[in-house]
């Protein structure tokens, strides 16, 4: 068993370059039962034009909450004018679980919703989920970035610096604070925790943050936003006078909206035509996300890169790890 890990690590090791992008690829294969001609990484519509949907009712789903009668009233705005756009009444749908939605619209029940991030590629792999637009403003997808911090005078001056040295995550529940830190430092510099770092947990990013400007953290991996959220409440000083940023992730994507690929193709598009033309001004919309300010268009392919790399990164690690 040993000598098999061995093994495996040297294999990893010697082709840890073309590794790096076969991953992403492999982790975002498609369900046998779709196509993607045009190598979007999104199912097609069916190759069948008697299979394609055009529902008299529209069934509209948010992401799984507690109580999904709050964002029934938070979307309501918006489902009007998805209404009005396509001339037909539109529901709402509060869904329980991930796994639920996932298998509603797998199943063609559910026929426009918004995923969260994490869940974005088992949608668009298992339930055909054809992502469109997420919310942003006017520069953009608004999302975060995961961020390897030190101290301006500590000798840290890259991510290679950090072999043979602890590194604090968050706890080993949080994605942005352990899974994604983990999985990048394997997939992007061959690193694992035991081998090639120590590590320990602060119990948050805040006190990630709070580790290295006290010095106690030679260096940690944290949400950028927090970093932000933290000096404008006074916690640290400005951190332009004392932080320093050895690594920056690509931008972590928000919650996808976008539809099953079984919808008519024209209808498909007017969903992505009324998500860019709703007006947020004077909508709930505004006071549930006072960042955004509208819907933006998305590329499944591109944006969500980062995702299929910390998975696959995530499951190269558990596995050498034997976890």
Not at 123 to 145: C, H, L, S, W
Not at 247 to 256: G, I, W
Request: aromatic share 12%.
């Amino acid at each position: 068993m040993r000598f098999k890990k061995i093994f495996i690590i040297m294999l990893i090791m010697i082709f840890a370059a073309s590794f790096f992008a076969l991953a992403a690829v492999e982790a975002s294969q498609l369900d046998p039962r779709y196509s993607d001609e045009d190598g979007d990484m999104v199912a097609d519509p069916p190759a069948d034009e008697s299979e394609w949907l055009d529902p008299s009712v529209i069934i509209f789903a948010y992401s799984p909450v507690e109580d999904p009668a709050v964002y029934e009233e938070v979307f309501a705005d918006f489902t009007e004018h998805l209404s009005n756009e396509l001339d037909r009444p539109v529901r709402y749908f509060g869904v329980q679980s991930y796994a639920a939605q996932v298998e509603a619209m797998r199943a063609g029940r559910l026929h426009v919703s918004g995923f969260a991030s994490g869940a974005v590629q088992d949608a668009v792999n298992k339930a055909g989920f054809v992502p469109q637009t997420a919310m942003g403003d006017e520069d953009g997808m608004i999302g975060y970035r995961m961020a390897i911090i030190t101290r301006q005078d500590s000798d840290i001056d890259t991510v290679e610096d950090l072999r043979g040295r602890e590194i604090p995550f968050v706890s080993e529940s949080s994605g942005s604070g352990f899974f994604a830190p983990r999985a990048l430092l394997y997939e992007e510099f061959d690193m694992l925790p035991g081998r090639d770092y120590d590590y320990t947990f602060s119990g948050s990013h805040d006190n990630s943050i709070l580790g290295v400007y006290h010095e106690d953290y030679i260096a940690a991996p944290v949400a950028d936003v927090v970093i932000g959220r933290m000096y404008e409440g006074d916690r640290i000083e400005d951190p332009s006078g004392w932080l320093k940023t050895v690594y920056e992730s690509p931008l972590f994507p928000s919650t996808a909206y976008g539809v099953t690929h079984k919808l008519h193709p024209d209808l498909q598009q007017r969903i992505k035509e009324a998500f860019l033309n709703f007006d947020w001004e004077g909508t709930m919309l505004t006071q549930q996300w006072e960042d955004e300010d509208r819907f933006v268009e998305i590329n499944y392919k591109e944006d969500w890169e980062v995702q299929r790399t910390i998975r696959a990164g995530s499951e190269a690690v558990a596995e050498l790890l034997g976890e």
